[in-house]
């Protein structure tokens, strides 16, 4: 089963006077178990790449169906929503909230999605 | 879990939160303080306009207000047994009362309001009895050959009355507020007696070789003044039948309340000597005064009164002192008006503090949208922080100036000496006993959250609109 689809993905930012193509026609297939790392030189377009199928940014042009679901037609509530029952990230700069414990750290997000006090506690002794 | 984030994330820089509770505990303390001040001396002057000087319901011809005229009497059997009747009415006075003149050997003369009065009547209905200054007689319990007057401290210095003298026990009084080597200077001028006082502020300052403060020359002239009891004073009027009446009065007792403009004007008598000087029958008079238990059985006794004797001014004490009927309700706007500019204020700094905040915070907002906070969870952290460091600082304001409050309620703020002048002039006691009610402090908790949520929009609106992807790629 294929976990991510991507069918010839475009990005391009309009920010500034020069438009920046940063992704050009990407079609790529993972399948469920499989393990990816993707290569490539500084510039050449990963972090765009992992933010769009990672539901953080929108393609300009394309698909992307990350289990099933098309992400590139959520609206921005909906993919908030997707990422917090689908994705997991590991930033660069590895992230935590500050003010809260570790275990308090894990906890956090398996409390927005609503899991029990219990069944969080139990979770919480595997990390 | 918000709540925690949010509540940890205030104190994440200790100093720049602390800096906004001191402010906003600074302000409210302010705020309340201030409120709290403004109803004590409105209560006050309420308490004491009611019972030393309208009572809550007058009745009177219904021409006498127009001017005062002797001949605006009315009967009052009547109406005192069906006041009596009604609930909640606690005492009724039945006064006589003329326009009148004033003279002693060492004055010109003064315009008076001379009451005509029962003392028991009146020791049931107004305080003014227990108003009898210290060493200044009694509240007609002496005996004379003429007949008895109670007139006003201000009064007897206006009618020379008065003398200024420092005696041994002059000194034991100021021993208690004034330096050692001022009192031992003034002991140059041990029982000395001035007629006036500004002949006994002159020696004074003479011989202390120094210009007194406001506060030391009350304090010496309230030790120095004498009364002269028993003096004469002549009361003068035109009777019923426009002929000129004429008679001297001894000085039974001295009063002084706290509104000087009634001082000035108001001596009392007994109506039955008043009636038979003016020539008013025993059965008529010119006003009554109703005291009652409380606003609510006032207003009843007000509403049957005025039902059933049509043909006389009922009134109650609002419509006999619309200023504080006015000062009443206008106080009640006037500490949240005050309240609210402090916080809009304060909220100004909040905005600030937050917006900081949030700058500082951008990565971890964005982390936070990434691994899936909604908007909604994200406004609400950020209203929460905002929230919870104005409630910190608003509830140490309350709860200090409720001490604050409690403590000076009990003892009083005492401004006799330094504007006790001024603020009897216009009706207000010096000794101000600072007051706040339950409901004022509920009400401004509420605009403390109100503040803190409204503040906490703008910076919290400007982390929503944060695009995950790039504030987790951002510096900070």
Known sequence: MKIIDVKNVHKIYNESEVKVHAVRGIDLEIEEGEFAAIVGPSGSGKTTFLNMIGGLDNPTEGEIIVNNTNIGALNSSKLIDFRLYNIGFVFQAYNLIPVLTAKENVEFIMQMQGISKAEREKDQLNY | MIFNISWKNVWRNKTRSLVVVIAVTLGLIGGVFSGAIMVGMVKQ???????????????????????????????????????????????????????????TSGNAGTGIMVYGINPEQEKATTKI???????????????????????????????????????????????????????????????????????????????????????QLYNFTNAALEYKLRSKIVISFVGTHGDLVQSAFRISGIYKTTNSMFDEMNVFIKKSELDALAGIEANQSHEIAILCNDFKSSANAYKELKAKFPGLSVQEWSDLQPDLKMTTEYMNVYFYILTIFILLALGFGIVNTMLMAILERIKELGMLMAVGMNKVRVFKMIMLESVFLTITGGITGIIISTFLVLILGNTGIDLRALYGDGLEAVGYSALIYPEISLKYLIGTTILVILTGIVAAIYPARKAVKLNPAEAVRTDN
């Not at chain 2, 007057?149 to 020379?160: D, E």
């Not at chain 2, 009084?173 to 001028?189: D, N, T």
């Not at chain 2, 001035?194 to 002159?202: L, N, S």
Request: glycine share 2%; no cysteine; proline share 3%.
């Open chain 2, 45 to 103: 002057r309420v308490y004491t306009a009611i019972n030393n000087e309208v009572s809550h319901i007058q009745i009177h011809h219904p021409d006498y207000f127009a001017n005062k005229e002797i001949q605006y009497t009315f009967p009052f059997h009547e109406i005192v047994d069906f006041a009596e009747q009604q609930d909640g009415v606690r005492s009724i006075a039945v006064r006589s009362k003329v326009m009148a003149m004033a003279n």
């Open chain 2, 129 to 215: 009895y227990n108003l009898i200054l210290e060493d200044a007689g009694t509240y007609f319990d002496s005996e004379s050959k003429l007949p008895s007057v109670v007139i006003s401290q201000k009064l007897a210095k206006k009618l020379n009355v008065v003398n200024f003298k420092l005696t041994d026990k002059s000194f034991e009084i100021l021993e208690k507020h004034e330096k050692p080597e001022f009192i031992e200077k003034a002991r140059k001028l041990k029982d000395v007696l001035f007629r006036r006082e500004k002949d006994f502020i002159h020696a004074l300052e003479d011989s202390l070789q120094v210009k007194l403060s406001q506060k």
